[in-house]
């Protein structure tokens, strides 16, 4: 029987273990899958490169347009140049994101063998994902130019287990200052900004990646298939 003023200390718990359990069955359909083999850490790559590149170069633009970002991004001619900004900042984020990630994975490996297959499996995600998309116009050379740079820097990345994973966007932070679409009159002392922009990014990254990269089922997966 109910007392009177209010519901009993069971029904409440019964209604809370429901509320509890309908926030789980919300919020279960937005959590992100964890990452646990090479199949998942490509597209995970693939996609975070992109939306770095995207965010950093896209949210620089409205800052420094204020009030008037809404006529500057009907601008076909800043359009343009907005678009060579984002692929830039993409070749070399998506670079800088692949030695992140060995630094990351490194840990995981048994051996200076492994570490140094791992470095191997890891270089051919760039070629692999650069070529899904078709070169745009300022690139007539191709691809080739960018798959190159990154291989040479990849061959000479020094082993690391530890460190700011903030300091390894260098790449991405010069790409993006170099291309930005903004008159040099206006960016004079922005270099900072662009700098935490990205890096702040890559915190981001290597935070997430922590929570939803599975390292060792990843390395293993890597080392065991080709990719």
């Not at 191997?120 to 007539?140: G, V, W």
Request: aromatic share 10%.
């Amino acid at each position: 029987m109910m007392q009177a003023g209010g519901p009993t200390p069971q029904t409440s718990r019964s209604r809370d273990i429901a509320v509890r359990q309908w926030l789980r069955t919300i919020f279960g359909r937005w959590r992100e899958p964890a990452v646990t083999d090479a199949a998942g850490l490509r597209q995970f790559i693939t996609e975070h490169s992109a939306f770095i590149a995207q965010k950093c170069a896209t949210e620089y633009c409205r800052g420094k347009a204020g009030s008037f970002g809404q006529d500057l991004f009907r601008e076909q001619p800043f359009l343009d140049l907005l678009a060579i900004c984002r692929w830039e900042t993409y070749v070399a984020a998506l670079g800088d994101v692949l030695l992140m990630y060995e630094r990351f994975l490194r840990v995981h490996t048994k051996s200076d063998d492994e570490a140094w297959l791992l470095k191997q499996k890891l270089s051919k995600f760039y070629p692999a994902i650069i070529s899904t998309y078709p070169p745009p116009k300022h690139r007539p050379e191709g691809w080739g130019p960018a798959i190159e740079e990154f291989e040479k820097r990849m061959a000479t990345a020094q082993p690391h287990t530890a460190g700011n994973p903030a300091d390894l966007c260098a790449l991405t932070v010069k790409r993006l200052n170099g291309t930005r679409p903004i008159h040099k009159n206006l960016r004079l002392d922005d270099d900072e900004v662009v700098r935490g922009l990205v890096r702040f990014q890559f915190i981001w990254l290597w935070d997430k990646s922590r929570r939803l990269v599975r390292g060792p089922e990843v390395v293993r997966d890597l080392l065991d298939h080709p990719v």
